[in-house]
């Protein structure tokens, strides 16, 4: 029985995730637009079995991460990602990552961090940014009186209903997935890596 339970233990610490710190870059593979993470010495092609995890990773250009993979690829295998974590962005503090809510009987925005704590936005956020309800973003900015008020902020990924459309029809988004400035006092949208 002990060597059963020793056995069981190598295979449980052997699929652990691993974790590799590094920049997301974005590059080009023909017509379409990879990201890659560039770990010191190595860069790695990015990539995951959910679409809308793809989607967060090309959107990402620019930014420090932890990506959480079943294994350190070898070879020009793709790197299998499991998940993130945003360590740092080009310039200003960490942001925070949540997603866009509407406060019921209210068209009030929300924004719901990954830990689940609410935060109301401002009134110009809802005539701008009411139609991405259930996307997933980073915001750069600071509270006051209860209040989030963003100061920078990029779609990491689009609302449920929205990720079967084409985005050539929204005009929201550059073709790295920062977004565009509208309008408004004090609202700088985050700008991608490109390179």
């Known amino acids: 029985m002990i060597p059963q339970l020793a056995c069981w233990m190598l295979l449980a610490a052997a699929s652990e995730p691993i974790q590799v710190d590094g920049t997301v870059r974005l590059t080009k593979a023909g017509p379409e637009v990879e990201s890659v993470l560039v770990a010191g010495e190595r860069t790695f092609v990015l990539s995951a079995y959910d679409p809308g995890l793809n989607e967060e990773l090309r959107r990402l250009g620019g930014t420090r991460v932890r990506i959480r993979t079943p294994e350190v690829p070898r070879g020009e295998t793709p790197m299998r990602v499991l998940g993130y974590q945003i360590l740092g962005v080009s310039d200003g503090p960490l942001p925070r990552v949540g997603t866009l809510a509407r406060m019921a009987g209210s068209r009030e925005l929300l924004f719901v961090s990954e830990r689940g704590i609410a935060r109301r936005l401002p009134s110009s956020w809802s005539r701008k940014m009411g139609r991405l309800i259930g996307a997933k973003l980073w915001i750069q900015g600071e509270?006051?009186?209860?209040?989030?008020?963003?100061?920078?902020?990029?779609?990491?990924?689009?609302?449920?209903?929205?990720?079967?459309?084409?985005?050539?029809?929204?005009?929201?988004?550059s073709e790295n997935g920062a977004v565009r400035r509208r309008s408004g006092p004090g609202l700088r949208p985050a700008r991608g890596d490109e390179r």
């Open 143 to 173: 509270v006051r009186d209860g209040m989030l008020r963003p100061s920078r902020f990029r779609l990491l990924r689009s609302p449920p209903d929205r990720r079967a459309r084409k985005r050539s029809d929204e005009g929201a988004e």
